[in-house]
């Protein structure tokens, strides 16, 4: 895949996430329960997440958000790491290894409440047409291991939303981050262009500019879908629209 069409996906991903109230309703709608009920009224605050390697790459995980958690009568503060992927990725777990180390570290240079570190929540969302492939568990990469080694290897578990496993019901219920999402989980299809009108099934309820993204995105993806067919499905579904 192309960088270029990466960073159409990535584009979208993070304007379907960059309203706090999207993101929160996203997190709720899609993290497992056991998680999501732990979640504080507070809305996710997004927290720039760069960071440099040691050969001065710059690298960014696509979102972070420091979060409220609610347990008992406790409230605790902790992070969500969010990267999108377009298609399955072996490596993803490696990357956000990565990711979580530097945050920590960071954190921990900090000199945050003496060390004591913050919880911080993995989470791979991933929008490719044949769906997530890859187990969630670290620990899986190393493969065959003595049973008395593993409980000594690095071990950690992320979260996955996998949009072409989940129905387009299911993906939202807020019209806007339902129909981003939903451009996301068809953009890479090849029926693309049969399934326009399903896309953008809710084009009457979104402002001018929401539509426009979408729009902009259909175009501009990997799968081939004349303008016309764009204009004639609107024509179609919002005849009132200019």
Request: charged share 25%; proline share 7%; aromatic share 6%.
């Amino acid at each position: 895949m192309s960088n270029q069409i990466k960073n159409i996906h990535d584009g979208l991903f993070k304007e379907a996430l960059s309203d706090p109230r999207s993101a929160g309703l996203f997190l709720r709608e899609h993290l497992p329960h056991e998680l999501a009920t732990l979640l504080g009224p507070e809305l996710p605050e997004p927290v720039p997440a760069s960071f440099v390697d040691e050969r001065l790459q710059q690298h960014h995980s696509d979102l972070l958000f420091r979060v409220c958690l609610k347990d008992g009568d406790d409230v605790v503060s902790a992070y969500v790491l969010i990267e999108h992927k377009s298609s399955p990725d072996p490596g993803a777990r490696l990357q956000l290894l990565r990711y979580m180390v530097r945050l920590l570290t960071d954190w921990s240079r900090k000199g945050e409440s003496q060390l004591r570190l913050p919880a911080l929540l993995p989470l791979v969302a991933h929008h490719g047409p044949e769906g997530w492939t890859y187990p969630c568990d670290f620990a899986d990469l190393f493969g065959k291991v003595p049973g008395a080694l593993r409980p000594y290897l690095p071990s950690f578990r992320h979260a996955l939303v996998d949009l072409a496993r989940l129905a387009d019901t299911d993906l939202s219920t807020d019209v806007r981050l339902r129909t981003l999402l939903k451009a996301l989980k068809y953009g890479q299809r090849q029926d693309l262009p049969e399934r326009l009108t399903v896309v953008l099934a809710d084009a009457g309820q979104l402002k001018d500019e929401d539509l426009l993204i979408v729009i902009t995105y259909i175009d501009k993806g990997p799968v081939s879908v004349s303008r016309q067919l764009i204009q004639a499905t609107l024509n179609e579904l919002v005849p009132d629209r200019k």
